[in-house]
T-cell receptor, first 113, second 113 residues
């Protein structure tokens, strides 16, 4: 049982480049999330989705885009990378929106130089 | 609106002594509360959760937390620390609709031999 799988684990980008962080879950969860973790700041929600075809902004959506064409996949797109996007990114999923446990991927460490 | 404050950014304990990690929350409704642990370079793992059942919640690895509504607190404790408890711990509150998780800033635990 793979759970939540994120790729890549590490990436270095130059300013202005674009990339997609991949996230896939095999638990048939409706809810999926993208968080970023900055040192000493906890995790902040970037975008979330309550089902295929439905996405919404979280606390810090600027500079990112998402799509949810299937239940399993929830990619995060950075169009014009900036140094402020240097962070660790976590994808998570949960069954429903009533305080159930969220399952997290291993994270993607992104550095923008 | 909801928020979470972890009162200590770092906690240092000796192996075999008790651990106390303090968390206060703010929520305009009955919250679901969680503690997650993050070991170095790993994803987040659920330790325990409170969802309006028993106020004393037991989790994995000997951890427990007590929900105190009058104090808006959800402190995490363990009677005897082990070296493997060295990690970062996050207190989290969940908003029921959309299950958006709000994270505290984290408490890094150091366990001394």
């Amino acid at each position: 049982n793979a759970g939540v799988t994120q790729t890549p684990k590490f990436r270095i980008l130059k300013i202005g480049q674009s990339m997609t962080l991949q996230c896939a879950q095999d638990m048939n969860h409706n809810y999926m999330y993208w968080y970023r973790q900055d040192p000493g700041m906890g995790l902040k929600l970037i975008y979330y989705s309550v089902g295929a075809g439905i996405t919404d902004k979280g606390e810090v959506p600027n500079g990112y885009n998402v799509s949810r064409s299937t239940t399993e996949d929830f990619p995060l797109r950075l169009e014009l990378a900036a140094p402020s996007q240097t962070s660790v990114y976590f994808c998570a999923s949960s069954t429903r929106g009533d305080g159930t446990e969220a399952f997290f991927g291993q994270g993607t460490r992104l550095t923008v130089v | 609106a909801q928020s979470v404050t972890q009162l200590d950014s770092h906690v240092s304990v000796s192996e075999g002594t008790p651990v106390l990690l303090r968390c206060n929350y703010s929520s305009s409704y009955s919250p679901s509360l969680f503690w997650y642990v993050q070991h170095p370079n790993k994803g987040l793992q659920l330790l325990l959760k409170y969802t309006s059942a028993a106020t004393l919640v037991k989790g994995i690895n000997g951890f427990e937390a007590e929900f105190k509504k009058s104090e808006t607190s959800f402190h995490l404790t363990k009677p005897s620390a082990h070296m493997s408890d060295a990690a970062e711990y996050f207190c989290v509150v969940s908003k029921a609709a959309g299950n958006k998780l709000t994270f505290g800033g984290g408490t890094r635990v150091l366990v001394k031999p």
